[in-house]
Structures are given as structure tokens and as C-alpha cells.
């Protein structure tokens, strides 16, 4: 059975601090990807990668950060919380270029 | 870069009937549109894709229909069941990336 496992499913955190989001497949899959969800505004791309150690910035990077150091994990690295960072954190993995398989997804709230 | 609108952002049809969503998208280059089905409190579910080489695809329930001239496609549920309740997000890829759609709301009335 395929899995995308997430590391939290809630997290609440305070303005300033360096958050960690963490992403797991078991697929194998090259290409892995990082959304937030909002209401009213879908699903906007953070970060991908199609390979380990490489990236490619999506239409919302800005206050965001990734890594990839392994094929099966994904992280997404808030450097400095802010509050409009506070949303639904997706993460999906794929063998082709667009996302087959989303996580659970993090809700974070940034106080 | 690519923008995907997509109508109405809520829908309630009476269980059995159809229900059709309808999406535009505007790079005349994005060649694949998927579909997702998002359950509430759940994770997106990929439930049916078309590429552009393609004007229609069925999936028992689902069908998906592409218009490349008009640049727009949409999702056609028949028979639709109380489990088709969800939020149904499509999107376009055109330049290496997906945008989606801001979803749509689906409620079957019993």
C-alpha cells in the first residue's frame, strides 16, 4: 500500500521560531513537492525536487526553505514563523512530474 | 504563468443526479489537467487525469472532457452518491508546474 507519512499533524508554534516540516514516501518516487492549502485559494506549489539534493522553487518560496538529502524524505524549513504562515501543510510524491500521492498534511498555527 | 479558474465553488445536486464542474486555464501550452477529490479532513485523492492528445476519458462514474480550443475542461459525476460528497480541486500543467483550481465544493442532497 502506498504511503506519504507527514510528522505532525498539528503543530503550533510562535512567531520567530525556525519550524521543521517532514516528509516520508516508501515509493520510491523521484519527484516529491511541498503545498499549502487555504481556503479559497486551492493548492499553491512551496518547493519540488526531482531528485535528491536538487529543488526547484514553486509560486510561493518566499519565507520558505527545503531539503532533500534522501530519496524517501522531504523537509520543509520555516526560517522565521510568521503568522501568515499559519495554514495546511501538504506534501505529495510522484513518479511522474505532478503530484500522485499526498501526505495527511500539517495543520501549523503561528502565534 | 498558468491560471486556473474554476466555477461554481459550491455545488448541492440531489443524489442520482449529475454534477458537472468546469475549469478554464489560460497557457495554450499545458498539455495534462487532473482531477482531485479531497474528502473532508482528508488528504487529496488523484481520481482522473486527461492529456491534451485527448477530448474525453470515462472512468465508470467520473468523465473528464477537454475543450483545447476554448482552453477549458471540465468533470462530469452521473449517478452521483452520498461518498461523492467533497471538495474537487482541478488543475492544468503547462511549463513543468500544476497550478490548481480554488476547488468546488460538492454536496449530495439525499
Redesign the interface.
Known sequence: DVKVTQSSRYLVKRTGEKVFLECVQDMDHENMFWYRQDP??????IYFSYDVKMKEK??IPEGYSVSREKKERFSLILESASTNQTSMY?CASSST?????????TRLTVL | GENVEQHPSTLSVQEGDSAVIKCTYSDSASNYFPWYKQELGKRPQLIIDIRSNVGEKKDQRIAVTLNKTAKHFSLHITETQPEDSAVYFCAARGNEKLTFGTGTRLTIIP
Open positions: 479559497g485559494l486551492g493548492l499553491r506549489l514553486g509560486d501538504l512530474g505532478t503530484p500522485q500521492y499526498f501526505g495527511p498534511g
